[in-house]
């Protein structure tokens, strides 16, 4: 990061989590380094990461994972497209899903469903104040609930928060993201 904040201390429960990070993917996430500079900034940036990626939702993970490495490819957020592109390759088992998302998803032969909610979620990124009930009902006709379109607006909404953030200290991303998940599953 740009910005020469020192870290705050990290309490137990913080701790704890930076360990299970390590434990489940061998590192830390710089985003999360970055937020060490106050508690509560990393607990509320973790507690809304967690809930809108991890948390029981109508959209899949890779789903939500899709949206972000969209709404990070319309903002050139470096840090978010190594970090979400990897976890694109690594959830669908198509490393060139994974590119085609962050290089322009329209090149990905996506079913209407997801091509309704990445036409959203780019329109929601690049125009928000041009968002309509048509849009809305775009997403009705495709499948998804009122509850669905809510999660597909937080997850756009974090990331062009985060986006922002992450280029405002020049954020960049662990090392290990590049490498993951290159070649397809067996």
């Known amino acids: 990061m740009a910005l020469a904040i020192p870290p705050a201390e990290l309490d137990a429960a913080n701790q704890a989590y930076f360990d299970k990070c390590v434990e489940k993917i061998g590192f830390v996430p710089n985003v999360l380094q970055a937020y060490t500079l106050d508690m509560a900034k990393l607990n509320a940036f973790a507690g809304m990461y967690n809930d809108l990626m991890l948390a029981p939702s109508g959209l899949s993970k890779l789903e939500r994972e899709m949206i972000a490495v969209v709404v990070s490819s319309i903002n050139r957020c470096y840090y978010c497209l190594t970090a979400h592109g990897a976890a694109v390759r690594q959830l669908s088992g198509d490393p060139i899903l994974g590119e085609q998302m962050v290089m322009n998803y329209r090149a990905a032969r996506l079913d209407p469903r ?17 968002v309509e009930e048509e849009d809305r009902e775009g997403l009705r006709r495709v499948g998804f609930s009122e509850r669905d379109i809510w999660d597909i607006g937080a ?14 200290t020049d954020m960049r991303p662990n090392e290990e993201y590049h490498a ?7």
């Open 180 to 186: 993951q998940a290159r070649t397809p599953k067996a």
């Open 114 to 130: 997801r091509r309704a909610m990445l036409d959203f979620a780019a329109k929601l990124t690049e125009s928000p104040h041009a």
């Open 155 to 168: 997850v756009v909404g974090f990331f062009n928060m985060s986006n922002r953030i992450a280029s405002a």
